[in-house]
């Protein structure tokens, strides 16, 4: 399992916010998202290619967007 230290090292390495970089915009990353949301799945909450290094402002964009129309898969 992951942990704190795993997350700041991934933030370390992917310094700024991938949807901003899209936009031409550096803006530093806070929050590392789960591309497709774990739903408290640990294998998917943990696999770092399901990870993306996003600003607050983005990250909570697509949180919010995602809980209004939620996938659930089984």
């Given amino acids: 399992a992951g942990n704190v230290h795993t997350l700041g090292a991934y933030l370390r390495k992917h310094p700024m916010c ?3 970089l899209q936009q031409g915009r550096y803006v530093p990353a806070t929050v590392v998202d789960h ?4 739903r408290n799945n640990s294998a998917l ?3 770092e290619s399901n990870w993306q290094a996003l600003c607050k402002s983005c990250h909570d964009k697509k949180t919010w967007t995602e809980d209004k129309n939620p996938v659930y898969t089984y």
């Fill in 45 to 47: 909450m943990w696999d």
């Fill in 35 to 38: 591309i497709q949301p774990h």
């Fill in 18 to 20: 991938v949807r901003c």
